[in-house]
């Protein structure tokens, strides 16, 4: 009796009955409401839209947001952790994750999940850039993009894009139209310059419409410092390193119908061979040459300075015979002891070939790479 007695007081001196009420085992759920917007499973989000994370009856404590590739969005909360939103806009064409955990008074949690697409445009703006990533080339070099759509709103691809060097110089861009953008120091490049193009396009809407996908940097060393002289009435080409003449060359140059532009022109492209048919330049069928060895271009409108193996020997230096290029003494194939090999071998792309004594206008500045033959107030102007 004395046990059943002492196992009775037991079980009620520690049993529910001491409350005389029921226990409540059901757990607390948070008060605290988690908003994200744009809502999960959103789709076709603008760049421009609000993104934010907001907590009602509560605070927030973490948010973590990542793109498609699993990058972090950086992000601000505001001083009571009510709200918080990214550091900067939406990318197009992307994928957001976001979680958020928030905590009501109580230090209950709450947690939200969602998913959600931005907008993939129709219309996007590339830009075609010279010179090449990790590209060595002449100290007259001019950065230049070709973009693949007109460009309305030309001060926004201005903030997009730069250009900078160590040492740091003086640069300037200029616009040639709607579809191009240059960029060039005041005076030529030192050799040793390593030179950096900044491309931040993505999401720039340079258009209605119309929007940039890169965002990239592209660099390149200036060589060493060579300019060449083309005199045309001399029949000549002075090669010259650091100021120092190293080689003078016989040449050829543009005959008195279709006389060589003068001016400063820079080499944009060095072809070991390559096609040159008067058709692609307005010359109709004059002619039409499948093999043209050592060929580097001054112009787009097709001026370059090349081997000439059907050429006399004794028409270099002696007349002006060509449709308006600078030919050089060279033999089929191309021949690497023929001036026109030697100059080929020692040239860069991104070196200045200046004309001079041509009876012909000064090459407009737009023709391929030809922004030396404006003065820098000009050049500058055009931004």
């Given at each position: 009796m004395w046990l059943a007695g002492m196992l009775t007081a037991c079980g009620l001196g520690f049993g529910p009955a001491d409350s005389g009420a029921p226990a409540d085992d059901t757990p607390k759920v948070s008060e605290a409401r988690i908003r994200i917007t744009p809502?999960?499973?959103?789709?076709?989000?603008?760049?421009?839209?609000?993104?934010?994370?907001?907590?009602d009856d509560g605070r927030l404590t973490s948010v973590h947001v990542e793109d498609g590739d699993g990058e972090v969005v950086e992000g601000v909360f505001t001083a009571d952790r009510s709200r918080w939103h990214p550091r900067s806009r939406?990318?197009?064409?992307?994928?957001?994750?976001?979680?958020?955990?928030?905590?009501?008074?109580?230090?209950?949690?709450?947690?939200?999940?969602?998913?959600?697409?931005?907008?993939?445009?129709?219309?996007?703006?590339?830009?075609?850039?010279?010179?090449?990533d990790g590209q060595t080339v002449g100290t007259g070099m001019i950065v230049?993009?070709?973009?693949?759509?007109?460009?309305?709103?030309?001060?926004?691809?201005?903030?997009?894009?730069?250009?900078?060097?160590?040492?740091?110089?003086?640069?300037?861009?200029?616009?040639?139209?709607?579809?191009?953008?240059?960029?060039?120091?005041?005076?030529?490049?030192?050799?040793?310059?390593?030179?950096?193009?900044?491309?931040?396009?993505?999401?720039?809407?340079?258009?209605?419409?119309?929007?940039?996908?890169?965002?990239?940097?592209?660099?390149f060393d200036i060589g060493r410092d060579q300019t060449s002289t083309v005199d045309a009435a001399a029949h000549t080409l002075t090669v010259r390193r650091g100021g120092q003449v190293t080689r003078v060359l016989p040449i050829s140059a543009g005959a008195p119908s279709n006389p060589t532009y003068n001016?400063?022109?820079?080499?944009?492209?060095?072809?070991?061979?390559?096609?040159?048919?008067?058709?692609?330049?307005?010359f109709g069928g004059e002619y039409d040459i499948p093999d043209v060895p050592h060929a580097m271009r001054l112009t787009r409108s097709g001026t370059f300075v090349h081997g000439s193996y059907w050429a006399a020997p004794g028409t270099f230096g002696a007349a002006n015979t060509s449709h308006g290029c600078v030919g050089l003494l060279d033999v089929k194939g191309g021949g690497t002891a023929t001036p026109a090999g030697w100059f080929f071998a020692h040239s860069l792309v991104g070196d200045l070939v200046t004309v001079v004594n041509s009876h012909d206008r000064t090459v407009s500045p737009d023709n391929g790479l030809g922004g030396w033959n404006m003065a820098w107030e000009q050049w500058a102007a055009g931004t």
């Amino acid at each position: 009796m004395w046990l059943a007695g002492m196992l009775t007081a037991c079980g009620l001196g520690f049993g529910p009955a001491d409350s005389g009420a029921p226990a409540d085992d059901t757990p607390k759920v948070s008060e605290a409401r988690i908003r994200i917007t744009p809502v999960d499973g959103a789709r076709d989000v603008e760049a421009d839209d609000p993104f934010t994370v907001e907590a009602d009856d509560g605070r927030l404590t973490s948010v973590h947001v990542e793109d498609g590739d699993g990058e972090v969005v950086e992000g601000v909360f505001t001083a009571d952790r009510s709200r918080w939103h990214p550091r900067s806009r939406l990318s197009l064409s992307e994928k957001y994750t976001v979680d958020a955990v928030a905590e009501d008074m109580g230090g209950r949690r709450a947690a939200k999940h969602a998913v959600f697409t931005t907008l993939v445009p129709k219309n996007t703006l590339i830009g075609y850039f010279t010179p090449e990533d990790g590209q060595t080339v002449g100290t007259g070099m001019i950065v230049s993009l070709d973009f693949n759509r007109p460009v309305a709103d030309r001060e926004a691809v201005e903030r997009a894009v730069s250009v900078g060097s160590s040492p740091a110089v003086e640069i300037a861009p200029h616009w040639f139209g709607d579809r191009r953008l240059d960029f060039r120091p005041r005076e030529r490049w030192r050799p040793g310059t390593k030179v950096t193009l900044s491309l931040r396009l993505r999401d720039v809407e340079t258009a209605p419409g119309v929007y940039g996908v890169q965002s990239k940097d592209v660099t390149f060393d200036i060589g060493r410092d060579q300019t060449s002289t083309v005199d045309a009435a001399a029949h000549t080409l002075t090669v010259r390193r650091g100021g120092q003449v190293t080689r003078v060359l016989p040449i050829s140059a543009g005959a008195p119908s279709n006389p060589t532009y003068n001016g400063s022109m820079v080499i944009s492209e060095k072809l070991r061979l390559t096609r040159m048919n008067g058709d692609t330049v307005g010359f109709g069928g004059e002619y039409d040459i499948p093999d043209v060895p050592h060929a580097m271009r001054l112009t787009r409108s097709g001026t370059f300075v090349h081997g000439s193996y059907w050429a006399a020997p004794g028409t270099f230096g002696a007349a002006n015979t060509s449709h308006g290029c600078v030919g050089l003494l060279d033999v089929k194939g191309g021949g690497t002891a023929t001036p026109a090999g030697w100059f080929f071998a020692h040239s860069l792309v991104g070196d200045l070939v200046t004309v001079v004594n041509s009876h012909d206008r000064t090459v407009s500045p737009d023709n391929g790479l030809g922004g030396w033959n404006m003065a820098w107030e000009q050049w500058a102007a055009g931004t």
